[in-house]
């Protein structure tokens, strides 16, 4: 049904332009169309020319339409329109390309998620009572601050076998140096002490913290957990009062700075895509939002399920607008060009398969030209070969001259054929 309207709104076009010819204004002597006798004749250098459409015979378009799907890029025939506002009543508007950044690329699908590398939880070293909550949900923290303070028995236990260790070091010591006790009686005095202080630093306590421990024995220790980069409280388990065990989670700890996107790369498009590569990511909640960043990994297998490839993404995030689990587009950046030269992608006629355009020579004189295409995208449309960027480029209705150029076919061609 689809080819059909199409073939029907083609006739209805070629009618229109053949219509142009009944001009109102009278056609004017070497306007290149041949209204009183249709044939060919030949130029002083012999070539033939198309004696109703006033052009080459072997550029004529509309009397060999099928010379078109053998055009290299650049290569081109000529349209000759009816009249010279043919164009004009079908709507055809000309426009030089755009010049403008173009990149091709490899769209996928992605999900946003926190940089692991950037996720902490953090846990109880030691079983205890939380004694204090210093931060909650959604708090900043800095580097070593604070997050909770936990009294422990076996902390207790251990700052008193410091403390012990300590004083019994100092009066072997003492007593060493008057001679009453023996050198061996010294160095397990040492070993003990050392193995007690290092209970502590294995704790988290500094070196300056177990020597005021050893001056205030009496005064009640508490175990400061701290954060361990700076970032935000995005979990909290700890809770004031509450008996924990060793190894317990009490916060996650996430710098958001900087996000991940993990991609899932189509398997025919490996070839194309490796780390390094710059990448675009849209999300749906920020639709005029593009966050530039760099491809990090590309996975080694493709699973045999949806003959896609894992790959990830790092992008930075200094205003937290990128959230975890986001669902996102990706474009994986394969070539970039600065002044790609670009065209609407209604510009683009396609004749046997083959891409042309077509470009404006006189008001009644098209040249269908053969170029060869890049990407398109948001819209526009990168030649690559066959246009340059001074010409002028049939920008809307170019199928109007498409079906000018395949009149012969529906029965309109040259008298001759």
Partial sequence: MKNELLMFLSALVAVALLAGCSRTDGAAEGDGHDHEGHGHAETEDGVAMCGEHGVPEAECAVCNPDLAPALQPGESLKVRLPSTNSAAIVGVQTARPESGAMADGVECLAEVSFNLNRVAQVAAPVGGIVHSVEVDLGDPVEEKQTLVKIWSASIAEAVARAVLTHQTLDRERRLRQERVTSEKDLQEAEAAHRSACQQLRTLGFTEEQIEELGGRPQEQVLMEVRAPFAGEITDRTAVRGALVDAGQPLFTVVDHSVMWAMLQVPESALGQVKAGQAVELRVDSL???????????????????????????????????????????????????????????????????????????????FEVRAVTLGTRFEGRQEVLA?????????????????SAM????????????
């Fill in 406 to 417: 395949l009149m012969s076919r529906l029965g309109a061609g040259c008298a001759d054929d």
């Fill in 287 to 365: 639709p005029e939002q593009v966050f530039g960043g760099q491809l990090t990994w590309v996975g080694p297998a493709v699973d045999e399920r949806t003959r896609m490839t894992r790959a990830r993404a790092e992008f930075a995030n200094p205003e937290g607008l990128l959230r975890d689990k986001m669902f996102a587009r990706a474009r994986i950046l394969t070539r970039q060009s600065e002044a790609s030269l670009l065209v609407p992608p209604a510009s683009i006629q396609r004749v046997g398969g083959r891409p042309f355009v077509f470009i404006k020579l006189a008001d009644d004189l």
């Fill in 386 to 402: 066959g246009l340059r960027p001074q010409e002028e480029v049939a920008v809307n209705h170019a199928f109007a001259l498409k």
